[in-house]
Nanobody, 116 residues
């Protein structure tokens, strides 16, 4: 079992920055990749960014490329999503995701609202 706890969401103005954190605990060694998904009202959940844990390779959705950065701190078993130059279109619930050989693990989600 792996537990994921997100934090760092909140209200941010357009053009501002926010950093989300995802702390993982439990059977961390079984996790292959970790990522951030988001789901806006009335829309499907979409992958925003992902990182391959053993090598550090990253993936970004086109909509966030150049603005968001995913990173990991192995010592803290934590994955971060640095969000810069946010726009109202980034408003959504952000979910942390962990992939292993079985069903994905998910965090509870953290709300990010971009508004002036």
């Amino acid at each position: 079992q792996v537990q994921l706890v997100e934090s760092g969401g909140g209200l941010v103005q357009p053009g501002g920055s926010l950093t989300l954190s995802c702390a993982a605990s439990g059977n961390i060694g079984s996790v292959l990749n970790m990522g951030w998904y988001r789901q806006a009202p009335g829309k499907q959940r979409e992958l925003v960014a992902a990182i391959i844990l053993h090598e550090g390779s990253t993936y970004y959705a086109d909509s966030v490329k150049g603005r968001f950065t995913i990173s990991r701190d192995r010592a803290k078993n934590t994955v971060y999503l640095q969000m810069n130059r946010v726009t109202p279109e980034d408003t959504a619930v952000y979910y942390c995701n962990a992939e292993w050989e079985g069903p994905d693990y998910w965090g509870q989600g953290t709300q990010v609202t971009v508004s002036s």
